[in-house]
Every structure is written in structure tokens, then in C-alpha cells.
T-cell receptor, first 113, second 116 residues
């Protein structure tokens, strides 16, 4: 069984400030981890994914995430928030031989001008 | 190129009616997935197709839910005798090969179902 926990259903940051969205996973086998973003009335868009290569993963729109096995974490960061980053963010996990994604409950990011 | 498309974008129905939701995957993608996004349950997996076969139906919540895929392309999710708890956004995704976690799933915009 595998699961994902996203701490903080709502996060607010000022424009230009650091964005940090937390994701912790639980998996009995090596995980593959993903961050998706959902803009209002749109589908999910892949931001980045960890597939057992480099532990620091860079994605689109300046986001990156670091896989830390010892902490079972895959937190999403961006050095400087932009107004266009306001959206809902989902962390997801799967593993080899498993085709379905298991999602966290999501974090809604608000950017304060 | 065209992404995953879903229709209708919104569907309002009365309790007890049947509904059909359609998904057109990205051309050439062999794998197709249905997920449901609801307030109480978050994003949950429903069913996975590899070609026209559904090797994993484990997420379908009841026998009122069924899905099929024809020609290795279009998929239809059918909900019979809809209940208010079926109200949710139904998301479809497709991937090139399926069955591999490195294979990115591309999502459509979803169908918002409201059961009155």
C-alpha cells in the first residue's frame, strides 16, 4: 500500500517570497513521485517527477523538488513566487508495476500581491 | 498537438438517471485512466485501460459504474442510477505506453457531474 500526505491544505505566500509545499509519502517499495498543478477549471498538468535518477528534480515554471528517502519527503519549492503560481498542487506516488497514481489531498497556493 | 479532451464539460442530472461521460485520449496513447475528484475523497483512481482491455478496475466504487474503450481510443464511463454522492469531477488521462511509472499521464479538463 502507498499513500501521500500533503501538510497544509492552504498556503499563502507573498509575491517574490519562497514557495514551499510539503509532501510526505509512504511506500513499502521504491516510490516514483510526482507533482501536478491544477489551475481553475483545468485538468492536471505535470510539474515534475522523480523516477529514481537524480534526487533533485527540476520542473517547469521554476519549480523543483528533492527526494529525501530518510525523511520520506518530496517537498516542492520555488525561490520566488509569481502571481501566476496561484493554483492547487497535488503530490502523487506510484511504483514499478503499478499503473495508477495515488494522490494527496492537494494544497491550494495563494499569492499575496 | 491536441491534448486529452472530455465531454461534456458539465453535466447536471437527476438522481436515478444514467449518464455517459466521454474521453478522447491523445492520439497514439495506448493507456487510458479515469479518476474522480470530489470534495470528500480527493483525487481517486477508478479504472485503467491498456488498449481496449481493463486490467485494473479496482477503483470503481460500485457495480453502477462501468467503462469501455473501443478501437484503442475513445472511452466512455457510464454511471447507472446516479446518486448524489456521485457528484464530482471525472478526470480522464492518457499515457503513451502505460504500466510504467515513468510514463507521464496527461490529463483532460474533466467533466463536472452534478446529481440533483
Amino acid at each position: 500500500a502507498q499513500s501521500v500526505t500533503q501538510l497544509g491544505s492552504h498556503v499563502s505566500v507573498s509575491e517574490g517570497a519562497l514557495v514551499l509545499l510539503r509532501c510526505n509519502y509512504s511506500s513499502s517499495v521504491p516510490p516514483y513521485l510526482f507533482w501536478y498543478v491544477q489551475y481553475p477549471n483545468q485538468g492536471l498538468q505535470l510539474l515534475l517527477k522523480y523516477t529514481s535518477a537524480a534526487t533533485l528534480v527540476k520542473g517547469i515554471n521554476g519549480f523543483e523538488a528533492e527526494f529525501k528517502k530518510s525523511e520520506t519527503s518530496f517537498h516542492l519549492t520555488k525561490p520566488s513566487a509569481h502571481m501566476s503560481d496561484a493554483a492547487e498542487y497535488f503530490c502523487a506516488v506510484t511504483n514499478f508495476g503499478n499503473e495508477k497514481l495515488t494522490f494527496g489531498t492537494g494544497t491550494r497556493l495563494t499569492i499575496i500581491p | 498537438g491536441a491534448g486529452v479532451s472530455q465531454s461534456p464539460s458539465n453535466k447536471v442530472t437527476e438522481k436515478g438517471k444514467d449518464v455517459e461521460l466521454r474521453c478522447d485520449p491523445i492520439s497514439g496513447h495506448t493507456a487510458l485512466y479515469w479518476y474522480r475528484q470530489s470534495l470528500g475523497q480527493g483525487l481517486e483512481f477508478l479504472i485503467y485501460f491498456q488498449g481496449n482491455s481493463a486490467p485494473d478496475k479496482s477503483g470503481l466504487p460500485s457495480d453502477r459504474f462501468s467503462a469501455e474503450r473501443t478501437g484503442g481510443s475513445v472511452s466512455t464511463l457510464t454511471i447507472q442510477r446516479t446518486q448524489q454522492e456521485d457528484s464530482a469531477v471525472y478526470l480522464c488521462a492518457s499515457s503513451l505506453l502505460g504500466g510504467a511509472p515513468t510514463d507521464t499521464q496527461y490529463f483532460g479538463p474533466g467533466t463536472r457531474l452534478t446529481v440533483l
